[in-house]
């Protein structure tokens, strides 16, 4: 009996067997069909899509939602609705406003969670279902090297938004992943002499970090570059991400003989930690006869808000502040206040750069192809996108732009008004040698998705 | 040792048509693409996992999301160091998950109820964050544990063997046949059938009764002379073996490993898509897993555009209307949707999806006399 089941079971696996492999060879065939191609052809679908995946829920569902509202403007401009925005100031400007390659560009859109497994399975519906040509869109370095790693694995072009950390253009690089985001690094060059400046040079320092990648990026860059000024750093404290009570990590800054206090917090961290310090009394303490301070390395407009009164007087640095006075700032910035009836963050624009240097480089390639695409950016140099002169590295693919030293405004005259602009970092100060974090960008050749 | 009932034979058969088939059958429905039906089939597993320790013997381990993780990490681990062939990757995903499984377990299940639940929470935790920021080195923390070209690969080295992929990045193989796309997809619904079937004999076996047994009254099984814990910590092992081939599979069709994997939201999903398809049935968690990633995938992806072109053909006003009101449910409201969805299920189908179709099916038998069949196996 138990003979004739096992063959019922066989041929039960046998027939499952078989209807998998018949389900599967036409799948084989249209693969092969595309061999000599690359993925998603927009001259064979006769689509051009763009895929925007960015945060929708989750910790930073807010920058998120920013950097979307930049990439539909993005888009419209690209097809030649609204008023040009950026198209009007972009130097050397190869989009005619009809699309790309006479040709409108369509998008889709998806929620990352905040979280890189979300991010990628996001990034792959786009490509194998969607037809994206481009993806696009993150707020976290997580976010960021995950959908870098996939989409180079799948030859689809990468261009990263809100990401900091070093990694993403430094270890973890890749041929097909573009960062327009300044980092960790060009933070700490950035701040420090305006730190010098402001506060002195024989400070004593002492740093409170998110404890993962991003933070300790940061923590070793802006270490090195106030060392290299002459500050001592005291000690430095990791701190689990997510904390809502800093007080046992605050309470020891008091008896360290620490007279600056750095804070490697990024978006709730920071939205907790700096207000707490400032009710710590930190701000009014006197130490090794100097005032005490605060620094927020790394900051946004949309943490300043959250933080409140706190974040008055506090310096940190950006990618790009809407009160910038150059004609590039001014357009974008007026052109989003049309669309959306407030001012943009930096999450907002650099979605909106990328999305154009994206299009803008496909004019100039003439085609879609990405390892084209892909020589069409590096090397490209670029002005009007509200960051002056900007070199998109051929070696990393790390733009090399001005970074902003912001201030925190002691007196807002509007919720959008928080952070001021008190200095600006040259490029050639910012620029560094890519070659020190190490990684490779791999070949042009695409993979088949 | 193969034997099925008869029943069984015919659940296990429709079964593994609608699996297979699901190229065809999700078409319509916008998710027959590869990426989302690998994921399908990967987390049908993970619950089925899941369900044999909760379904059975009642206990509701809050931590499972660690197994899922550390199967990933250590196929990736398999990649980097062994061979790019996914066979030793999923051996040694399911071995060490299991591994995991027998130590926290071991402690977890002194305990029962709640405190069971809160211990399985705080073990995974802590491995989440130790693979976040503890064990660096080996996990790569937030960035997530990625392939590189000059990875050691011994086993690949020492045969000699080409890796698929070209000039880039090697990428899984199975025998030498590079694991992407539908062939991915063929080989998890081939596993989800696998274990689907050993799920059955275990519900069918004695110590499926016996697991049983101690859910339903714990204390008389005790009185009865049977020793409860090699039991409970066996169904918490092939539990957990379970999920450390979802993870495992997760890292074969997309060679990352990130700590997220490993967080408490994670687990708190398994629950839920168990929850919500049918707690302690077969087919019951399996649904609630691709619902959920249903949701997770297409909903989340809906945005205004869609709807109004959806919605073209209403008038100007009503269209507005009707865009305002739906876009608040998809998009960035996709949580929400699912929430009222499970919400409604709890109230009123405490079952689960499996609890509902069975009661549609008993409507419509009414009117024949016939009685309809208990509970959902």
Redesign the interface.
Known sequence: M?KL??N??GL?RTM?AG??AT??SP??FT?GAWANNYCNDPTASGKIVFGFNVP??GTY?EEG?EQLKGYQLAVKHINGEGDGGLLKTFKPLALEGNGVLGRKVE?????T?T????A???A??M???DGAIMVTGCV???EA??QQ??C??LGVIYMSGLTH?N?TTGK?KRRYGFRHFFNAHQSGVAIAPILGQEYGNDRRAYHLTA????GWTQEESIKAATEALGWETVATV?T??GLGDYSQYLTPVLNSGADVLILNHYGHDMVNSLPQAVQFGLRERQANGKQFEIIVPMFSELMAVGAGDAVKGIIGTQNWNWQLEDEGSKAFTQSYGAEYGEPPSQSAHTGYVQAILYADAVQRAGSFYPPEVIKALEEFEFDGMGNGPTLYRGDDHQCIKEVLVVRGNENPTSRFDVLNVVGKTPRDEVTYDPAIFGG?L??Y?P?Q? | ????SRKD?VK??IF??VV??M??WLAPL???????MQ?FAIYAIFAIGFNILFGLTGYLSFGHAAFLGVGSYTAVWSFKLLSMDILPALLFAVLVAGLFALVIGFFSLRRTGIYFSILTLAFAQMCY?LA??VL?PIT?????L?LA?DDPRVIDAALGAGTV?????P?PALLGNSVT???GF?IC??LL?LTFYISQKIFASPFGLALRGIKSNQTRMIYTGFNIRPYMLAAFVISGMFAGLAGGL?AVT?P?A?A??MRWTESGNIVLMTILGGVGTLIGPVIGAWVIKYF???F??I?K?MLNATFDFLPDGMQNIAVTVLSKFV??G??LTLGLLFVLIVVFLPGGLVEGYLKLVARLRRGRGTKPEAGGK
């Open positions: 138990s089941i096992m019922r079971r039960l499952g209807a998998a389900l599967a799948m084989f693969r929708q829920t569902a939602l998008f889709v859109t998806g929620d969670q979280n890189t497994d979300a990628r399975d996001g792959r519906r490509i194998e279902r976290t370095t997580g090297v995950a790693a996939l180079h694995e950390g990694d973890d404890d993962y990648n991003w990791r689990p991400l490779e791999g070949p050749e993979n998705c | 040792m193969f034997h099925l034979q296990l058969a593994a048509l297979v088939t190229p065809i916008g998710a027959a693409y590869p990426g989302l994921k964050s976040y920021s660096t790569n923390g937030e960035t997530g990625l070209r992929g070209g000039a880039g990045l990428s796309g539908y062939f063929y619904a081939a059938i997760l997309d990352i990130g997220e994997r997770e995938n297409i989340s992806a945005n555009n998009g960035e996709w949580h």
